[in-house]
């Protein structure tokens, strides 16, 4: 027979981590039906006839908030035969008030006091013994995080449920008031403190005699007590639980609470916004401009340059491709396909952040062994290896810590969907993984000696097309990773807590709702669940309004287009923190504007919120919350990009007639196709921005389907500008031949692929130099090239070498900017101000289309929801309007008619902003 | 032969594409990826039940 186990407790007491402990993979999730409330089931593990509940995170069972509600209709009307009360051991008396009205309900409890190994760090002790004794019901200390203790948690819930606990002690007055309702309503004692509180859910149905006669004793109990019921009851409660708290906590922490000390800097009212910009410029100046910079350079320069695009020429074209290009490709197809598996396997492993290792190793040794002198150059080369090869006989042969394939003891050979990011991987998952993997990326690389010689609209559409505009957008995913990893640290570590906590000070100040903070820090990943976050806003004026304004700030899908203008402008960080904090601007401005409107007026939300402690935060949460980013902006390149590339293509590549107008040989014929005359009819609206050209005007509106479509649409239109003749033979010049090597570099460069690449190198070399020149052409380069036995002299080192200067080439110090960003810098399509201009339209207009269903389902009103993306893209339009005149006033000293138009823009902005509110006085 | 090839090639590609887009579509999930909102999306169905 089932037994039914519900788990409840606080937010954030780990309730969530205890479930996935105890159930692992048998999980069921729905919704609880009437509310928008996910309910999520599942059974112990190892024991099916356990089936647990895990309740949403509530303060308290009253029914206020749609979750309160959900967890308390569970409690009463279902009645499971045990109740888990998840206990936060850091908050004791705040988390302690729920356990007292779960005790109340009379159903046997267990306490599992949660997170005792952050106590231990805190130099505190509990007496589970004594608190036992107190609350009269088992109590357990329990790390879900650390796994601690679950073992004997879960004997507990195997054992037949304990007696109902007893129920704590309140003030005479107040016992008396109870027992007069429970004699008098035939009600539980539950009911009866609930009717005294004043509840009406438990007065429906209660006469009009039996009314007054309930405010009867209420008014008495007020009298007695000199306060209102509510009060005295939560007071009641808070005084019994202090009453023994002294008598559990055994042992205080003498040391300051680090979290304290930190708060007080971290959100004083003048350091702490101060030390917010500077904590986000330095996330955006380490992920863009300098650790992802490297990876992005590395992506546009070498992966999307001569490797896949050797790779397809050798494919779809008639030139078969080199050895080395397809061992890159070959390398980077097997990584890229083994990396969730190796993800999985390193979780096993306990060692979560060796990936990081993994993938800035390579550049560590490009990047920063050339500057070192000789002896430690040579140390952290071999070191460097020495770490590669251990980690990756680790991963083939060294048992993993649980030895599971999931959360839990049960173990699985393979997991069922191997490119999935959660759970362990066990050594035969990841060396089997290794293997085939590795076949099957040296299969799809040897597809570049195909040269199927397909027909050269093919092989446009195909390169200029979809791998210009993908590669373009996945060309930034290295930012992107650093950056969505540095993110998920400050989420987890608990700052972002306190970033809330000072916007919601700010945002109170100018009228916001405290709540809209939530929103609008969850747009900061995606606007989609930023505006379903709003649903906690319970007034609608406020909700509609942080609609409204919550996809002003930068989403995850804008940050390429930061990325894109700022190498443009050559001062990424700046301009990415610039357009972050305008995001924030708007919505400050926006909130002042708006909420002196009569459709916004009146209304506050008072907000709680919970800080947590600081902590480092978990490798695994760390890795996971990343790469699921990642997962999710390489699937929307795969997908929509994809998709978006090659209709762009296309249609700028065909007049209305679908006549080719191979624009690879004559580039001015692109303005005769479908795209250009169609974006030339919108294209002046942007004229007064100072873009007014047909391909930015096309890369905003494509922008709508998803923001990063904006680069990968630049990527098509603004393809490489053709060398000219002289330029042609000056590169050639400067490019080494193929026998030298490129640099000084020496066997301090080599890594694990490289030894592939020589082989393979070697083998193609003597495959040549068997093969009889089949022209005379071919054979006076034969001629000029070494001889057959010069080239089988070659060393192992001059190998290496040469597979590694084609893999990471040498940077010059006053390299131009690459990839897309460059292209588009050549064609001269943007001066500073107009790509200002034009990125501040992009992040402020109307959202994707995503989030514009997202608004619209929110909304629950067409008009709404029109009237909030009009709002959004006017402001965009002013925004960017205001930036390029007046940018043009300061630099150049022009003062024309547009001019004064901005001007007085600008000025009815900050009259509207700055007025008295109208309908203050009224609320 | 070969131009044959890789249309049908391209046509499958796409055709998975579409069908993921539409997919998403049709959860209403979060296309750019989970920020930790805390559940008030239907992503998190999906991600809980692996």
Known sequence: ??????????????????????????????????????????????????????????????????????????????????????????????????????????????????????????????????????????????????????????????????????????????????????????????????????????????????????????????????????????????????????????????????????????????????????????????????????????????????????????????????????????????????????????????????????????????????????????????ALLAANAALLLMGLFKPGTHGANAYGSRTHRFSARPMKLTGRAGRCEFSTWFVVMSLVAFGAAMLGRCTLECSPQLQAIIADGIVAGVGAVLGFLPQMAVLFFLMSFLEDCGYMARVAFMLDRLFRAIGLSGKSVIPLMVSMGCGVPGVMATRTIENEKDRRMTIMLTTFVPCGAKLPILALIGAMIGQTATVATIAYFVGFGSVILGGMMLRKMHMFAGGYNPFVMEMPEYHMPQGANINLRAMERCKAFVQKAGTVIFLASALIWTLSNYNWKFDYLNTAENEAAVEQSMLAETGNLFAPLFTPLGWGDWKPAVATVTGLIAKENVVGTFGVLYAAAEESPAEAEAAAEDAPAEDELPRSCDLNKANTLSALTMALWQADSDTRAAKPAETAEEAGEATAEETPAAESEKTLLDHINYAVAVLFPEVEEDDETTGVAGNVKAAGAFTTLSALSFMLFNILCAPCFAACGAIRREMNSSRWTWFAIGYMCLWAYVVAFITYQAGLYFTTGTMGSAQLVAALLAAGIVIQALRPNPHKAKH | MADLIIILILATLAGLAIKACLRKKKEGGCPGGCSGCGGSCSCHDKKNKE
């Not at chain 1, 309910?39 to 979750?67: C, M, N």
């Not at chain 1, 100046?285 to 397809?312: E, H, K, M, R």
């Open chain 1, 1 to 382: 027979m089932k037994k039914h186990i519900a788990l409840a407790g606080n937010p954030n007491s780990g309730k969530t981590t205890l479930f996935n402990e105890l159930t692992g993979a048998n999980q069921y999730v729905g919704n609880w039906p009437g509310v928008t409330v996910d309910r999520k089931g599942g059974q112990l593990t190892e024991h099916e006839e356990i089936e647990l509940q895990d309740l949403p995170g509530i303060y308290s069972l009253s029914p206020y908030s749609p979750e309160e509600m959900v967890s308390r209709r569970y409690l009463l009307e279902e009645k499971p035969d045990l109740v888990v009360n998840v206990v936060d051991a850091t908050n004791l008396e705040r988390n302690l008030y729920l356990s007292s009205q779960l005790m109340e309900t009379g159903l046997p409890m267990v306490v599992a006091l949660n997170m005792c190994d952050l106590l231990e760090q805190q130099g505190i002790k509990i007496d589970t013994l004594a608190l036992s004794r107190q609350l009269g019901c088992p109590v357990v200390a329990v790390s879900a995080l650390k796994q601690t203790g679950i073992a004997e948690l879960i004997k507990l819930m195997l054992a037949p449920a304990p007696a109902a606990p007893k129920t704590l002690s309140y003030p005479a007055p107040v016992e008396k008031s109870v027992q007069q309702v429970m004699e008098g309503y035939g009600a539980s004692r539950f009911e009866a403190i609930k009717m005294l509180e004043g509840e009406e859910l438990l007065q429906k149905g209660v006469d009009k005699v039996k009314a007054h006669a309930l405010e009867d004793i209420r008014m008495e109990l007020e009298a007695a007590m000199d306060d209102d019921v509510s009060s005295i009851i939560a007071g009641s409660r808070y005084d019994a639980i202090c009453s023994f708290i002294p008598q559990v906590l055994v042992q205080r922490g003498t040391k300051e609470k680090i979290s304290r000390r930190l708060d007080a800097v971290l959100t004083h009212r003048v350091a702490g916004p101060i030390i917010f910009v500077a904590v986000m410029y330095a996330i955006y100046y380490l992920s863009i401009n300098t650790v992802g910079d490297w990876g992005t350079g590395w992506a546009n320069d070498v992966l999307f340059g001569p490797v896949v695009g050797g790779w397809l020429a050798g494919f779809i074209g008639s030139e078969a491709a080199g050895v080395e290009a397809l061992t890159m490709f070959s390398a980077v197809l097997a990584m890229i396909l083994i990396f969730p598996t190796m993800l999985r396997r390193l979780h096993d492993l306990n060692m979560n952040g060796a990936w990081l290792y993994i993938m800035v190793a390579p550049f560590v040794l490009e990047y920063v062994c050339p500057h070192l002198p000789g002896v430690l150059h040579s140390i952290l080369m071999w």
